[in-house]
Nanobody, 118 residues
Framework: QVQLVESGGGLVQPGGSLRLSCAAS????????MGWYRQAPGKQRELVAE???????NYADSVKGRFTISRDNVKTTVYLQMNTLKPEDTAVYYC????????????WGQGTQVTVSS
């Protein structure tokens, strides 16, 4: 099992910045990718950014150039640096981890609220 705990959300003004973190624990050795998703009320959950064990990254078009995903040296914590925040970035942000054992498994954190408002 993998446990994911997000932190760093909050209220920020448009144009401001936040840094989200996701700490992974448990059976983490088979994790090959981690990422951030977000879901606004009444909308579908969407991929924001992901990073693989090979340090490949993918970003949603809406956040390219503004958000950066990274990880620490021991691969137990993943970060999302969010700059130039817009009101449309308001959502609950969820950490995701993909793990390959006999099958591919997905794990989710509890989510952290990001609100961008003046």
């Amino acid at each position: 099992q993998v446990q994911l705990v997000e932190s760093g959300g909050g209220l920020v003004q448009p144009g401001g910045s936040l840094r989200l973190s996701c700490a992974a624990s448990g059976s983490i050795s088979a994790i090959y990718a981690m990422g951030w998703y977000r879901q606004a009320p009444g909308k579908q959950r969407e991929l924001v950014a992901e990073i693989t064990s090979g340090r490949n990254t993918n970003y949603a078009d809406s956040v390219k150039g503004r958000f950066t995903i990274s990880r620490d040296n021991v691969k137990t914590t993943v970060y999302l640096q969010m700059n130039t925040l817009k009101p449309e970035d308001t959502a609950v942000y969820y950490c995701n981890a993909r793990k390959l054992t006999a099958t591919i498994s997905n794990y989710w954190g509890q989510g952290t609220q990001v609100t961008v408002s003046s």
